[in-house]
C-alpha cells in the first residue's frame, strides 16, 4: 500500500521535504555534524564535490575522498532533528519516491557522526576522542516507535536503580552501536564508553542559570554509574537518536566525539577547533583504510 502525502511529504521537486535532496545526491557512508559551518570543514579535505545544498540547518554536501563516495549532512541539534534527518534519508533509499512504496530489496547505510562533548570521567581527558559504545536516550524520543527488540534492559534497570531516575520522566533506553562500523573506527588512541543523550544543553544537562533543576545530584548519579564496567563517559544530544533509528531501520551507525570539555574536573579545551580537525581527519582516514 502506497505511504499517503501526509506522511511523507515530498518538494515540488520530488526531493524529501526537509534536506531537499533526492536519492541520487547521497553516497551509502554519510557522516553527520551538527553544525553546518562544519560541512566545509570536512569537504574541504575531498578531491572533488558533485552535489552541495541547504534548506534550513540541513546542509548536504556529496563528493568524494581519496576515491570514496561521501555524503556530509548537518542535522542542527538535538534528538528531534535527528528524527528527521535519519528517517528521510531511509526513505530515500528503502522508498521508492513515485509509487511511495517500500523497496523489496534493503538499502543499509553507514552513518558517523562527527560532533564535540564534554567527558563526565576524569580519567577521560579534553582534546582526546571517544567512540560511543551504546546511546543513553535520557530525552524519551525513542519511545515513540517499537524499541524492545533492540534496547538493553539489564542496563536500563541497573541505571534506573542507580540514579533513582523520576517516574514522571522517560525512561531510558541504551542503544548500541553499529559494530562492524564502530570497529572500523576503533584504535589505541580512541576512548570508548557509553554517550548519555539529552533533550536540552541547561537543565537536562545539570546546568544551572535561573532555573532549579529536578534532581540536582543527577550528573554526579550519572558519573559513578558502572555496569560490568561500562561507564557513562559523556553527555551530548544526538547519539543515541542516531543509533536507535539506526537498528530499527537496518542501517550502522557510530558517534564519533571530540573532547572539548571535562566536566568532572571543570576544563575546557583551549583550542577547541583543533581537536575537531584532528577528529575529521582520522575518521576520514579510516573510512578509506
Not at 499517503?4 to 557522516?31: C, F, G, M, R, W
Not at 558517534?255 to 579545551?269: E, L, Y
Request: hydrophobic residues 35%.
Amino acid at each position: 500500500m502506497p505511504i499517503k502525502q501526509s506522511e511523507l511529504i515530498l518538494n515540488p521537486d520530488e526531493s524529501v521535504y526537509h534536506l531537499n535532496i533526492k536519492p541520487a545526491h547521497i553516497a551509502s557512508t554519510i557522516i553527520f555534524v551538527g553544525d553546518q559551518d562544519r560541512v566545509d570543514k570536512i569537504t574541504q579535505y575531498f578531491d572533488s564535490i558533485e552535489f552541495t545544498t541547504q534548506k534550513r540547518e540541513f546542509k548536504t554536501a556529496t563528493g568524494h575522498y581519496k576515491g570514496k563516495r561521501l555524503t556530509v549532512i548537518s542535522t542542527g541539534i538535538g534528538p528531534d532533528n535527528i528524527d528527521i534527518v535519519v528517517n528521510e534519508l531511509d526513505a530515500l533509499v528503502n522508498i521508492n519516491l513515485e509509487t511511495r512504496e517500500i523497496k523489496k530489496n534493503h538499502t543499509s547505510l553507514n552513518i558517523i557522526r562527527i560532533g564535540t562533548s564534554g567527558s563526565l570521567q576524569k580519567e577521560i581527558p579534553i582534546n582526546s576522542f571517544l567512540l560511543s559504545s551504546h546511546g543513553l536516550d535520557l530525552n524519551g524520543l525513542l519511545h515513540s516507535y517499537q524499541i524492545d527488540e533492540i534496547s538493553n534492559p539489564e542496563i536500563e534497570a541497573a541505571f534506573v536503580k542507580h540514579t533513582n531516575w523520576s517516574s514522571k520522566k522517560s525512561y531510558p533506553i541504551v542503544i548500541s552501536n553499529g559494530d562492524t562500523l564502530a570497529n572500523k573506527m576503533a584504535s589505541k588512541k580512541v576512548y570508548q564508553g557509553i554517550t548519555a543523550t539529552a533533550g536540552g544543553f541547561y537543565g537536562p544537562q545539570g546546568r544551572v542559570l535561573r532555573l532549579a533543576i529536578q534532581d540536582p545530584n543527577l550528573n554526579h548519579k550519572i558519573d559513578s554509574f558502572n555496569f560490568n564496567g561500562n561507564k557513562i563517559t559523556n553527555l551530548e544530544m544526538e547519539t543515541s537518536a542516531i543509533y536507535g533509528l539506526c537498528k530499527l531501520l537496518g542501517h550502522n551507525a557510530v558517534s564519533m566525539n571530540a573532547i572539548i570539555a571535562n566536566r568532572a574536573n571543570g576544563t575546557f579545551s583551549e583550542n577547541p577547533g583543533k581537536i575537531v580537525i584532528d577528529l575529521i581527519e582520522y575518521t576520514l582516514q579510516k573510512l578509506v583504510e
